[in-house]
């Protein structure tokens, strides 16, 4: 069982940025692939970026064609903690972020491939 917990959200105006933590805990937490994933009102999740362990592939990163070249997904083995730096934030961006975990492959944007889930922290950007 894995536990994660999102924070950094927050209100930003359009071109700020924002980063997002989600601390992970619970056995082997740090050896998952970590996922980030957004809900806006009245639209499905969908995929931003993903970070597999480091046994798999080194490490990779995967992101979404909407963020690529403004987002950058990180983590920290010692602190089991995965980081979302968003720049040049658009309006399009506003939504619930969710941190997911996913206990054995590569990186992957299937939102199915993940066990478990954060609760979510809210980012609005404004234009």
């Known amino acids: 069982q894995v536990q994660l917990v999102e924070s950094g959200g927050g209100s930003v105006q359009a071109g700020g940025s924002l980063r997002l933590s989600c601390v992970a805990s619970?056995?082997?937490?740090?050896?998952?692939?970590m996922g980030w994933f957004r809900q806006a009102p009245g639209k499905e999740r969908q995929f931003v970026a993903a970070i597999s362990w480091s046994s798999w592939s080194g490490g990779s990163t995967k992101y979404a064609d909407s963020v690529k070249g403004r987002f950058t997904i990180s983590r920290d083995y010692a602190k089991n903690t995965v980081y979302l730096q968003m720049d040049n934030l658009k309006s399009e961006d506003t939504a619930v972020y969710f941190c997911?975990?996913?206990?054995?492959?590569?990186?992957?944007?299937?939102?199915?491939?993940?066990?478990?889930w954060g609760q979510g922290t809210q980012v609005t950007v404004s234009s």
């Open positions: 619970g056995r082997s937490a740090s050896s998952y692939t």
């Open positions: 997911a975990a996913d206990n054995w492959g590569p990186a992957t944007a299937l939102l199915t491939d993940y066990e478990y």
